[in-house]
Nanobody
Framework: QVQLVESGGDLVQPGASLRLSCVGSQSNFSDYAVGWYRQAPGKQRELVAAINSRGTTNYKTTVKGRFSISRDNEKNTMYLQMDRLETTDTAVYYC????????????????WGQGTQVTVSS
């Protein structure tokens, strides 16, 4: 079972930036897609950004142009650079490692870390 450890969340004001990190224990990390999900209070967990093994990225429409996902396969680490944060970005952010591509339905994935809290508030 893959172990995932997220970090980097914080309380920030609207317009600020944050960089989230996630270290995964998955062997052959570079062969997998990785993705960031988030869950706001009272809402379902949703896919925010993903990057596959070839480096192709995809983003939720509302974060496109503000968020950037990247990975460092040597360190088994993925990142989410979040700029121009908005109050609607407030959520617990989770990362995951996926075969092929990361699913929009989070229930498909069985292993999750504890997440990291991002709060955007003035």
């Amino acid at each position: 079972q893959v172990q995932l450890v997220e970090s980097g969340g914080d309380l920030v004001q609207p317009g600020a930036s944050l960089r989230l990190s996630c270290v995964g224990s998955q062997s052959n990390f570079s062969d997998y897609a990785v993705g960031w999900y988030r869950q706001a209070p009272g809402k379902q967990r949703e896919l925010v950004a993903a990057i596959n093994s070839r480096g192709t990225t995809n983003y939720k429409t509302t974060v496109k142009g503000r968020f950037s996902i990247s990975r460092d396969n040597e360190k088994n680490t993925m990142y989410l650079q979040m700029d121009r944060l908005e109050t609607t970005d407030t959520a617990v952010y989770y990362c995951n490692v996926c075969r092929g591509q990361c699913p929009t339905n989070y229930l498909v994935l069985k292993s999750w870390g504890q997440g990291t809290q991002v709060t955007v508030s003035s």
